[in-house]
């Protein structure tokens, strides 16, 4: 499951990022000495990929910059807060509904002075402030800014009380930014954070598979334990799943102290879609609250091209017959590719009234590149072979339709899909 973050707002984010009177270091982490892009070291083979042909290594994802935070900083001299960051911890998610911290305060200074506003990072914290050990509305305008200023007398003691809500999963950051009067504080970020962790144990906690073909069938094996429960059990695997992939096998064991557990084999592939980068399978359990699901990550080449994919004749007059060249061609200069046939997936077309001609590229052809209206770049023609369509006169009916999938003689390519309709008249 992935991690979420409060909304933040805007203004909360620059002064935060800013720095703040008290010269706060709120920068995020350092960059990782070498990018994704330019010298990371790909990772060793996963024990999840298997032997397929075609697979190769697939580089890990960069991990995101931690949002700052006030963990582990000193209290800034002058500030109001003896409490500037509160961390709630790890909770089970849909364990509790909502936990409490407070941020004491005192206006350390010999004057009255006034808060000016108080601006939660997102609706999910619910603030209350005390002085004096009294209850003080926070009253807001539409733009949840306070309606009017707050007068804090000199020396006052204080809290202010946050209730996160904690609904959701992965690692909740927020802020409350905090505006007065004193000059020695005019602006101060606090932090909270919690971590609401799923029960359920995934070994491994993402499922790598790399960079495949589009016809390897590459598989994979997920064990899973319940932090909370020693009997458990999956019901069902969810029907909606990302194309090619499969679950082939759950199987209950339980290990020497009693706990149940279990190993899902599945596999990814093949007639996997082109340009697809995998997807999460979910798994419902006899916890209706707690269900889980296996994330499984590929990076799915395109080995060959088709454009265009999708076209309308628009409304045409039946006494004219309409044309239209699809281009197909392989994405590797060195690979082969050879149009087998094409088959009509659906067709509210009679027979008789279309006509499709495929054309191969001429052979030992110069390189010509050509642009494409709608395509936004350069066709390799003397590597492309083109699909005819034609539309011909006196064509029945009010619309027409027709979808076809080409194949292709070469086995590593996987069909590639066009279609189009129209809307006749006379």
Known sequence: MRPTIFPFLSLGILLFLAGTAFSQDTQPGKKPAADSKKGTPRTKPSTNQSKDEGMTNFPPMPAPAPYPTNKGKKIPKGCWFKKIHIDF?????????NVTGEYPLENQTDDPQQIRNIIPSCK?????????????KLEKDNNLNLKSPITIPPHSKGKLVLTLDLSGSGKRIGDIRVETTDPRMPTFTLTAEALLKSPYELSPRVVELGNIVPTAKVSFTVTVRNSL???????????AMPPAMKVDKIDRRTDSKGWVYYVITGTYGPNIPEGSIGGTILFHTDDPKNNFQIEVRANVAEKVELFPSFWTFDRFSRSEPQEKTVYVWPTNETDKMTIDRIEILRAILPKEFYELKIEPPKKDAKAVYKTIDGLGKKVPMHRAWKIHVRIKKGVPGRVVRLKCAVYFKEGEFVPKVFHFNGFPHD
């Open 89 to 97: 911890g790890t909770f089970i998610e849909n364990s509790q509904e």
């Open 124 to 136: 999910c914290q619910k603030l209350r402030l005390f002085i004096n050990d009294k209850e003080v």
């Open 229 to 239: 429960k020693k009997d458990w059990k999956i019901i069902k695997v969810n029907e």
